[in-house]
């Protein structure tokens, strides 16, 4: 077995603290049975999300030294906004999966 992180990008509502509240209501229990099927396998083992990068502040590391950052993100589009931690047997799986 082999543990994976499957990162959820950012968008635009997300980045300003809200949820995209114009998804289509089937897409969002489509989403819950999704999780709650991965659940029951015993693939899902966490799911979180993240707060928008204004709330949050990288830490670079550099050898001994650290230091904290506005962000190192310039684009929405390369922000992560949560993740989902499976378990898995075959990396393919999550490949399958992830295309759900």
């Not at 209501?25 to 989403?31: E, F, G």
């Not at 709650?36 to 999300?49: F, H, S, V």
């Not at 390369?78 to 989902?84: E, F, H, M, N």
């Amino acid at each position: 077995m082999m543990r994976v992180v499957v990162l959820v990008k950012a968008i635009v509502v997300s980045e300003r603290g809200f949820f995209p509240t114009g998804w289509p209501t089937d897409m969002l229990q489509a989403l819950g049975r999704f999780n709650d099927e991965l659940r029951r396998a015993g693939t899902l083992l966490g799911a979180e999300g993240l707060k928008p990068s204004v709330q949050r502040k990288p830490i670079a590391f550099d050898g001994l030294g650290r230091r904290v950052i506005d962000s190192p993100f310039p684009e929405t589009g390369q922000l992560v906004a949560g993740d989902w931690l499976w378990q898995v047997r075959d990396v393919h799986k999550v490949f399958a999966s992830a295309r759900r």
